[in-house]
């Protein structure tokens, strides 16, 4: 096995719930597909209908928006999803070749990468950071960063998260170290039933999770606004996928569609919002933060955007959470224009 695969099962307390959901993505998206192609320069390119794209997301987020915004109607290849709670096991399908593309945040990017997961980042998504916080209970003493010390935090959904890479720049910048809390690691479902029962002081957490848990009582002490958090994340392509004369096109194509969807959630708030009530089950109120806090452009993976990434591989590479570090330019591919 590879090494991400190795420290994701080794490091995490759901190694066997995370490696179930990747064996059970590659039995979903490989049956019944139709022909594909075996990734060779050689010979004639398949027909656009005969490619399938299996599209890698978490928690029905870009499903949702894309059947909702009707981004992919028309779409001259087939379209299949493969669903996941978190970037772990997600990155882990891909591993698998249950999956083409990734979607998730810099710092599981980044763990991926430090893996040895082959993947590209082909496109950037940009948000204000406000989806990423560390939230407690409405009547814990923790009432700041600064109280935290000495105390656990529970980080969803793996070593590696954006809402890890949050924690240790929090921590950071008042005045603490990595060291002076203890880590552990949950999958946001096990976490939110935990936190749910009292069972979590402080919970280190991201979108739709964040969103239910602040509802259910949960207080926020601070999110990745302002800096903390770089305020992007990637759509990766596996470098299989981009390799293969049919589906590059179409990865292309897709890329395009995905940021079409996201103009159209930005002028339809409302719209999106019932969306993800119909398909997520979230609440009103739950919906519509996820709306506001969601990534609300796609960008092409620029230098500016290759510095700002690389801070937080640095950060975390000096507490060992990455390791090997990411050289981020170098694990880029700009050949699919986004704009």
Sequence with gaps: ?????????????????????????????????????????????????????????????????????????????????????????????????AADTTYAADLPTLQALSGGVPIKAVAALRNDGTAVGIVVRKNSKIKKVADLKGQTVVVSSAKGSISEYLLANALQQAGLSYSDVKVKYLLPTDAQAAFGAG??????????????????????????????????????????ALADRAKKPALADAVKRLGTALEWARSHPDAYAAAIRKNNGASAEVAKTIVSQSYGELVPVTPEVTRAVQKVADTMHGIKVLDPNVKVADSVDTSLSVK
Excluded: H
């Design 199 to 240: 069972k979590i002081d402080a919970w280190a957490i991201f979108g739709v999770y964040k969103a239910v848990a602040t509802q259910q009582g949960g207080r926020e002490i601070v999110n990745g606004e302002d800096g903390r958090v770089s305020g992007y994340g990637f759509i990766g392509a596996s470098e299989k």
């Design 1 to 97: 096995m590879t090494r991400i695969r190795t420290r994701i099962r080794t490091r995490t307390r759901t190694r066997t719930l995370v490696a179930a959901l990747a064996l059970s993505a590659l039995a979903l998206v490989t049956a019944g597909c139709g022909t594909e192609s075996d990734g060779t320069a050689s010979g004639p390119a398949a027909a656009a209908s005969d490619v399938t794209l299996t599209l890698g997301d978490q928690a029905k987020n870009l499903q949702t928006l894309a059947n909702a915004s009707g981004a992919f109607k028309g779409a001259p290849y087939q379209v299949k999803w493969a669903e996941f709670e978190g970037a772990a096991p997600l990155f882990q399908a891909v591993q698998a070749g």
